[in-house]
């Protein structure tokens, strides 16, 4: 009978074990794992279920959602919480500063504005991607070289191009029969206009202290021919082109066709006013075709167009924005968290930010998709694809944190009419200099 007792052993281990991964897997969707995640690299491989936090501003359309259903969907044991960051790009950094310096592990994956990468490098906060790249061959060239640019700092890679953004011009279709070409044209449409069909305001932009401020404003510097700094990196902001640059974007924000508290508006005020039906222009980035067309949310519906910002007297000029996906240095959970940065950045989580958050992609392949080409005529027009690509970066450096907050005040104080444009271009001038020899 030996025989007979060799099948039972076989056959107690068989029932032990699966009653040992049935215990294993029991931990609820959401519970927090337990210290035995600290054996990083077995997450993503392994069968055991692991939360990872996911930290991101405020997402106003169902992208982030439906990105994190369908990654759960073909990763059923990594579980996404998702934690919301301010929508004001500059408070959410400050957030980010204060959580990774103390080395927290909380966050495992957050989304990066393009200009955090060389900061958050320099600092220790991210983890190097390279080998993760490497390991699963993921095709750097498949993307828009300027948005791989920025996630690189010291000939690493430490974040992943996720979406790209170019200011553009909204305009009512309903209202507007040719969109205007340059500045001086925006200001006399924008004030002809201003009362049709129930509108209050012409035009609605970003005037409050706050990042948005600085990518308007570099928008109307570039469209005169103006520029921060150079190629090599010298400060060049006290130049006629700025300040005649800071006298247009004065001359409109003291407008009587943008609403009277202008400078407190960042991109949620300017979406709220614009889906309520409430102006003819707005300027803001390509995410709020898919609010203006959110059959829940809108009253414009089907009445809204994007196109290129209007010229100065050198050309149309959109600010580079967008943003990185990055991991926390301090993350328990790294090969988790690169599946989903993987998935995020990847062709499908890029799709479904596009179809259902309006986002540029940044892999160029997606441009070809009919879904994607729907969302709006500008991401069919192969133009726009060279819009993304020619947008104007804000200065690459590390302490960008100072010298956008010098802009900032700098810039305010114009439109408050504290200080000439002149002032403002000079003393943006040595304070940016001196910043940067520090
Ligand atoms: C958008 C851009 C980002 C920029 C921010 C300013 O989110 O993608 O790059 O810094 O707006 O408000």
Known sequence: MKFNRKVLWVLLMLVLVVFLAACNGSGSKDSKQSSENSEEDADAESSEEVTIVYARGTDTTPATEEVIKAFEEEHPNINVEQREMPADTGQSHDQYVTAFSSQSPEIDVFNADVI????????????????????DGIDM?????GTVAAGKFNGKQWAMPQYTDAGVLYYRTDIVDEPPKTWDELISKASDLQGEKGTEFGYLMQAAQYEGLITNAIEYIASYGGAVVDENNNVVVDSPETIKAIEKMTEIVNSDFVPNNITNFMEIETENAWIEGNAVFA?????????SNDEERSEVVDKVEMTMLPKGDEKSAAALGGWMTMINRYSEHPEAAWEFVKFISGPKGQKISAVEGGRPPTL???????????????????????VLQSAVPRPVSPIYPE???????????VLAGEQSAEDAAANMQTKIEKAMAE
Not at 283 to 291: E, F, G, L, Q
């Open 364 to 386: 160029k392949e997606l441009y070809d998709d009919p879904e994607v080409q729907e969302v709006s005529s500008l991401f069919a027009n192969p133009e726009f694809r060279e």
């Open 283 to 291: 300027r803001n980035w390509p995410y709020m075709m898919s609010s």
């Open 116 to 135: 955090w990468p060389a900061e958050f490098a320099q600092a220790n906060y991210a983890l190097e991607l390279d080998r993760f790249i490497e390991k």
């Open 403 to 413: 010298i956008s907050d010098i802009m900032q005040i700098e810039l305010s104080r």
């Open 141 to 145: 060239d498949a993307y828009f070289p």
